[in-house]
């Protein structure tokens, strides 16, 4: 079946330093890829999509490209804030069942001053 | 536009009840998912209700049923409740087919 793998965290970087949030995955097809992150008591907000092989999403700074050839999905943002302090999730669906998301065990970020 | 909303925020159930849960979602929106997210398990995928019909379902076992009604606000039953029915449950919503899922704040179980 599908699965997703990101890298363990937590991630604890300085303000304005360079995120990247490793994400593989295992699936038949060509699955949809997605980021999401979740702040503190709140649910998930979809933070960037991409939907084919070499799509490139991006949103708020973040960016992750969807490269078949190594079954990935890596989150990148080149200066990060204390704002973005939050858990991240990836995850994929495919077209047959859209709403299904299968995703990672997410990545909590923690950004300080 | 309002979010998504699911009520209650809270709840603390025994083991052996059964608990409902209640999501209602983007006006205009005919498909909601759930989700139960654990520490453990992460993020796992329930069900999805579109049209009043179940359209997906999700590895969980019987006890964890739901419905959805002609304004496309969804219920979500889990019967004879255990101790590893404690989780965050997330309701999402979208228009369908490939767009997106907007996510609801969550209902916190806990089971005593």
């Known amino acids: 079946g599908d699965s997703v793998t990101q890298m363990e965290g937590p991630v604890t970087l300085s303000e304005e330093a360079f995120l990247t949030i490793n994400c593989t995955y295992t699936?038949?097809?060509?699955?949809?890829l997605f980021w999401y992150v979740q702040y503190p008591g709140e649910g998930l907000q979809l933070l960037l999509k991409a939907t084919k092989a070499d799509d490139k999403g991006s949103n708020k700074g973040f960016e992750a490209t969807y490269r078949k050839e190594t079954t990935s999905f890596h989150l990148e943002k080149g200066s990060v804030q204390v704002s973005d302090s939050a858990v991240y999730f990836c995850a994929l669906s495919h077209t047959g069942t859209a709403s299904k998301l299968t995703f990672g065990t997410g990545t909590r970020l923690q950004v300080t001053l | 536009k309002a979010g998504v909303t699911q009520t209650p925020r809270y709840l603390i159930k025994t083991r052996g009840q059964q608990v409902t849960l209640s999501c209602s979602p983007i006006?205009?929106?005919?498909?909601v998912s759930w989700y139960q997210q654990t520490p453990g398990q992460g993020l796992q995928f329930l069900f999805e209700y579109f049209s009043e019909t179940q359209r997906n379902k999700g590895n969980f076992p019987g006890r964890f049923s739901g419905r959805q009604f002609s304004n496309s606000r969804s219920e979500m039953n889990v019967s004879t409740l255990e101790l590893g029915d404690s989780a965050l449950y997330l309701c999402?919503?979208?228009?369908?087919?490939?767009?997106?899922?907007?996510f609801g704040p969550g209902t916190r179980l806990t089971v005593t």
């Open positions: 699936a038949t097809g060509y699955p949809s």
């Open positions: 999402a919503s979208s228009l369908g087919g490939s767009r997106e899922q907007y």
């Open positions: 006006s205009g929106h005919r498909s």
